[in-house]
């Protein structure tokens, strides 16, 4: 009992479970695109809203013989203000995706993506679309029928080691130690890459420029 006490007190100490490793750091993101929202094409019932910032996702990529099994869980993506929000969000593959409405207008989400092909059909605030299982590794872009300035972006992991920047800065906890590829993807035209090792209690700090 004694040296059980004893071990959890070390680990306290520490303040890291025994083996988790950390990465943070900053990523250089790129100008916002430049989204023309054409006037006159259609009415809104309210004011349209400004998309999201631009940030990155940042995941760790490798064999992880250890990793938990693929989510069963939900996640949204709204549309809001007449914006995607989030307009970026990383899922792993396995992911079932909602995509409420939360506009007084008609909305419709598709994708004409590889991981992904779907057309949700319009619908109204409270009507429910149907879900979506992601169950295929890329990217998936997505956009509204009725209102064309509207983009958003689902990346699919296969990896359950992942994150989404703020302002450009990145955290990354609970890693197992072993030689990885750390990836900051920016777009599916630019994605940063660097060859880490990760050793139990020596954190580190890579930036992507």
Same mark, same amino acid.
């Given at each position: 009992?004694?040296?059980?006490?004893?071990?959890?007190?070390?680990?306290?100490?520490?303040?890291?479970?025994?083996?988790?490793?950390?990465?943070?750091?900053?990523?250089?993101?790129?100008?916002?695109?430049?989204?023309?929202?054409?006037?006159?094409?259609?009415?809104?019932?309210?004011?349209?809203?400004?998309?999201?910032?631009?940030?990155?996702?940042?995941?760790?990529?490798?064999?992880?013989?250890?990793?938990?099994?693929?989510?069963?869980?939900?996640?949204?993506?709204?549309?809001?203000?007449?914006?995607?929000?989030?307009?970026?969000?990383?899922?792993?593959?396995?992911?079932?995706?909602?995509?409420?409405?939360?506009?007084?207008?008609?909305?419709? =989400?598709?994708?004409?993506?590889?991981?992904?092909?779907?057309?949700? #059909?319009? !619908? /109204?605030?409270?009507?429910? %679309? &149907?879900? @979506?299982?992601?169950?295929?590794?890329?990217?998936?872009?997505?956009?509204?029928?009725?209102?064309?300035?509207?983009?958003?972006?689902?990346? =699919?992991?296969?990896?359950?080691?992942?994150?989404?920047?703020?302002? #450009?800065? !990145? /955290?990354?906890?609970?890693? %197992? &130690?072993? @030689?990885?590829?750390?990836?900051?993807?920016?777009?599916?035209?630019?994605?940063?890459?660097?060859?880490?090792?990760?050793?139990?209690?020596?954190?580190?700090?890579?930036?992507?420029?």
């Amino acid at each position: 009992m004694r040296a059980v006490l004893t071990l959890i007190v070390i680990v306290i100490s520490h303040g890291r479970l025994f083996g988790a490793v950390t990465i943070e750091g900053t990523v250089k993101l790129p100008p916002p695109p430049k989204i023309t929202i054409h006037p006159g094409k259609y009415k809104t019932a309210g004011p349209i809203g400004k998309p999201d910032p631009v940030e990155a996702i940042v995941y760790l990529e490798g064999t992880f013989p250890d990793a938990p099994q693929n989510p069963t869980g939900k996640v949204r993506v709204m549309q809001k203000n007449y914006q995607f929000s989030p307009g970026l969000l990383a899922v792993r593959k396995g992911t079932t995706v909602e995509f409420p409405n939360d506009d007084e207008d008609y909305h419709n =989400v598709f994708s004409y993506a590889k991981p992904k092909r779907f057309d949700l #059909g319009r !619908y /109204r605030k409270n009507e429910k %679309p &149907a879900e @979506q299982v992601l169950n295929k590794p890329g990217v998936v872009l997505l956009y509204c029928e009725i209102h064309d300035h509207m983009r958003g972006t689902i990346l =699919v992991l296969d990896t359950p080691y992942f994150t989404k920047t703020t302002n #450009g800065k !990145y /955290r990354l906890e609970n890693l %197992p &130690a072993g @030689q990885y590829v750390l990836k900051a993807w920016l777009s599916e035209e630019k994605v940063l890459q660097k060859p880490v090792e990760l050793k139990e209690g020596a954190p580190l700090k890579i930036d992507f420029e």
